[in-house]
């Protein structure tokens, strides 16, 4: 069995491919349909985004396509940078300029609540889907701390571990992260199913 992992993200094919080594099926990307991978990502919800990610690999392919759409929501900024995470302070940014305009934009807040939101869905090509959600709170730290995982995980301190996501490993992080529980939660309904 194959399925298409519908993501140009290597940090989340490398959480994903471990989540889901479970499942037994080999995964393919998109990249490898020789296609550049780039969906319009309109949608107003992480839903609704990972749905379009999904239709496109399934276009693209005709495997079972799984997408994920996730990002950051931070409490003083109303829920920002949410579906535009990817795109935070601009295009063509690095990681470590979103993370450091993002720090400027909490500069002087004391409310540092934040989560991190995954939205899964498993699209095949009979159109059924299973879909499933994953949030993980946490807070914004004051400075970058750590090299693991990817994207804002430097700032995402975790008060429970006294660390920040990307001091976790990535088994760690793969435990209690958004995308553990989202993966976990299909899996389960994938094991359910007729
Ligand atoms: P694909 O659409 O190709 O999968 P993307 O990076 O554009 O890759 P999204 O549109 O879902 O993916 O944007 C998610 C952004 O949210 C991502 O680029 C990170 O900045 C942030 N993000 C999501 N999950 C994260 C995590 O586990 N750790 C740190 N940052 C994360």
């Known amino acids: 069995m194959e399925w298409v992992l519908a993501t140009g993200n290597p940090g989340k094919r490398r959480e994903m491919e471990s ?15 020789g296609a550049a991978f780039a969906p319009d990502e309109t949608g107003a919800t992480f839903a609704a985004n990972a749905r379009l990610k999904a239709e496109a690999a399934l276009a693209l392919t005709g495997l079972p396509a799984l997408a994920d759409d996730s990002g950051l929501e931070v409490a003083a900024l109303n829920g920002a940078p949410g579906v535009f995470s990817a795109r935070y302070g601009g295009a063509g940014l690095s990681a470590a300029a979103r993370n450091e305009r993002l720090l400027a934009a909490l500069a002087g807040q004391t409310d540092r609540a934040a989560r991190f939101v995954c939205a899964l869905i498993c699209l095949f ?5 299973l879909t499933a959600e994953g949030v993980c709170e946490g807070e914004i730290a004051l400075a970058p701390r750590g090299a693991g995982g990817f994207g804002y995980d430097p700032l995402f301190y975790l008060p429970k571990y006294k660390k920040t996501m990307a001091e976790l490993s ?18 389960r309904q994938w094991a359910a199913a007729p």
């Open 19 to 33: 989540l889901l080594a479970p499942l037994g099926v080999r995964l393919r990307l998109p990249a490898e349909f």
């Open 170 to 187: 990535d088994g760690e992080k793969n435990e209690i992260s958004h995308r553990g529980l989202a993966v976990r939660a299909l899996l």
């Open 125 to 129: 090509p009979d159109r059924r889907a």
